[in-house]
């Protein structure tokens, strides 16, 4: 009987805290994606300062919920199910590397089995898409301090920017009569290598992204698994029960 034809059995492979960690996430990229490319455009599309306040402002809310999201995320891969837990995810463990080379020989055979986690070459690009996570939610919470004093540095930025002579707590956004200007200057250059680097990894992991979906689409058509779906119901189709 080919391949082709062998009869597939559905098996649970993602439990239901890894496919809200999943969703939850797109929608937060999403959302961020499309705020940060407005605030990126601020000046170019005249949009006035409380605008701009506001605009920043729900991009923080938004992070905030990213950021808990994924935080939640990594605590899960210490206790979640077999498929979730960093052993799983990650690329380490006894016989990585002989797995990964396998794999990557017999798909330049043409030849393709369905995994029922991540295969080899699925955690190597895992691992990147979850630093490239990581750096962006870290540098945010930064900018999020200098740019509208949010939390959970948002106090220690306006203290930074009013300097020996102005009030902290009447620090605002936007508004230069409430900073002394050389206190100001110096947070702001401070931030420059946050932003630069928030940026960056912004258009790094929009291309991750697009990877991954292409690679995802491209292999559940290949290797008939479900692979999309699964995401949604947590169960696969694989010819055989998963070896784990």
């Not at 649970?12 to 890894?18: E, G, L, N, V």
């Not at 930074?160 to 009569?177: F, H, I, K, L, T």
Request: a positive charge.
């Amino acid at each position: 009987m080919s391949e082709e034809s062998t009869p597939r059995l559905e098996f649970r492979i993602w439990d239901r805290t890894t496919r809200w960690f999943h969703w939850i996430n797109f929608i937060c990229v999403l959302g961020l994606a499309g705020i940060g490319t407005v605030i990126l455009n601020a000046g170019d599309l005249g949009v006035p300062n409380d605008g701009k306040i506001l605009l920043k402002t729900t991009h923080v809310t938004v992070g905030y919920v990213f950021v808990l999201n994924l935080l939640w995320r990594i605590v899960w891969g210490f206790f979640g199910g077999p498929y979730s837990r960093w052993t799983a995810v990650l690329p380490v463990g006894r016989g990585y590397f002989s797995r990964l080379s396998a794999q990557l020989k017999d798909t330049a055979r043409g030849h393709s089995d369905a995994h029922a986690g991540h295969s080899p070459a699925g955690r190597l690009a895992v691992t990147v898409l979850f630093l490239a996570l990581a750096v962006q939610g870290t540098t945010g919470l930064v900018l999020a301090g200098t740019d509208v004093y949010m939390p959970p540095f948002g106090g220690y930025f306006a203290e930074w920017a009013a300097g020996p002579d102005m009030d902290p707590e009447a620090v605002r956004p936007y508004a230069p009569d409430t900073v002394d200007k050389s206190s100001y200057d110096e947070m702001r250059a401070f931030r420059k290598p946050f932003i630069g680097t928030h940026v960056n990894n912004f258009y790094i992991l929009l291309g991750l992204i697009v990877l991954h979906v292409v690679a995802v689409v491209f292999l559940d058509i290949r290797e008939r698994a479900s692979i999309i779906s699964a995401m949604f119901t947590g169960r696969k189709r694989l010819q055989r029960p998963p070896d784990r």
